[in-house]
């Protein structure tokens, strides 16, 4: 995998997590960020830039984006961190031996797979992206693909990718455990009567979630209580506190948590970046997203997939309008809440685990 982003990152510990849980004696996992520390300078640098880049100039990230969904133009592409990889990450595999590589990032596809045939390794690939495919994830070397839905491996298949089982991203084994949701209710003295809204992207600092509340507050602050993420942004959350202490809507305000499955078991909605992994996370507890950001580009893609679906809202604007369009209406909320149930599957991840497994020779 590699760090672009965090989705990357976090489908790989999950799967590491469920593999362990199957066997922890029998398996030794090992996540390898393949761009940033198998890789020379020039490789690593862009690497690194994919957040800022993606937060300060999103135009760049998507042209690029768009640019590279061709087989020409990415092989060009690709050549350059074959240059700067393949020698890496081949001494890496010598020296580890591994009996499977498992691909989670699709800049890593191709080399993976070139150094796995040659070896004789098994090669598996598990797609992150809702909706569209972009070309960098297609790889005919690999003995396993996993889709997250029907529209992905359809996608697949037109490329003559084989082999091609679905499942939905998978989530870790916390949020697929039933929580004490009044327990959880009380340690954040939340009201039963009220609705919760999640504000879950400040952490990336590309929103300010407070013209949002203040909006959210002027509309009906009896109606709603909110609970915000604002990961390691300490703007965010001193706004958010300064906020909090004169509002009459109950704002529970957090930093980085690592309990999310806790907060998103009592929340109603949430506003929220179209991440896949994030939004994967808010099916599995029920919890309907309210994109008002995005990048053009897979995270487009993931929005369209819930447009597609009415899994949820896509509104950059109306955010307070969006909001009670689903909480005013018990009937919507609850249509709404029985999709993102029917996009989820608390077993994914183990039933990923058990097929990767297999393929061990």
């Known amino acids: 995998m590699s760090k672009t982003g965090n989705g990357h990152l976090s489908v790989a510990e999950t799967l590491k997590e469920h593999i362990e849980n199957i066997d922890s004696n029998k398996f ?12 020379k300078r020039l490789v690593k640098g862009i690497s690194k830039s994919y957040v800022p880049i993606v937060k300060y100039v999103p135009t760049l990230y998507t042209s690029g984006y768009y640019f590279t969904d061709n087989e020409i133009r990415l092989s060009l592409f690709l050549s350059l961190i074959r240059i700067q990889s393949r020698k890496k990450i081949t001494s890496l595999i010598d020296s580890f031996k591994p009996d499977l590589i498992i ?25 992150t992206d809702m909706y569209n495919v972009h070309e960098s994830w297609l790889n005919s070397n690999s003995d396993l ?32 455990k ?13 009201d039963n009567n009220k609705y ?20 959210l507050m002027k509309k009906d602050p009896e109606r709603y209580q909110a609970i915000v993420i604002n990961g390691k942004n300490k703007k965010t959350y001193e706004d958010i506190e300064k906020l ?7 704002i529970v305000n957090l930093g980085f948590i690592n309990n999310m499955e806790e907060v998103m078991s009592v929340s109603d909605v949430a506003v929220c970046k179209a ?3 994030t939004i994967q996370e808010l099916f599995t507890k029920k919890v309907v997203p309210i994109v008002i950001n995005y990048v053009r580009g897979q995270e487009k893609d993931c929005a369209d997939f819930i447009k597609m679906k009415r899994a949820g809202i896509v509104n950059k604007r109306n955010v307070v309008d969006s909001i009670e369009s689903v909480t005013k209406n018990p009937k919507r909320l609850k249509r709404y809440k029985k999709v993102c149930e029917k996009l989820s599957d608390k077993d994914s991840g183990m039933k990923e685990a058990q097929e990767l497994i297999s393929l061990i020779k």
């Open 28 to 39: 030794e996992i090992k996540i390898v960020d393949a761009l940033q520390d198998y890789s």
């Open 103 to 127: 691909s989670v990032h699709p800049l890593v596809n191709k080399i993976a797979g070139e150094i796995s045939r040659k070896e004789n390794i098994p090669f598996a690939v598990v797609i």
């Open 145 to 176: 693909y996993i889709a997250p839905n029907t529209y992905v491996a359809r996608q697949c298949k037109k490329h003559g990718i084989k082999n091609i089982n679905i499942h939905p991203i998978p989530v870790k084994l916390k949020f697929s």
């Open 178 to 190: 039933n929580v004490d949701v009044e327990k959880i209710r009380k340690k954040y003295k939340l």
């Open 196 to 215: 919760t809204v999640l504000f879950t992207f400040g952490g990336s600092g590309t929103i300010n979630p407070t013209k949002i509340l203040k909006d």
């Open 244 to 250: 909090s202490k004169k509002s009459k809507m109950k």
């Open 275 to 277: 991440g896949s992994t």
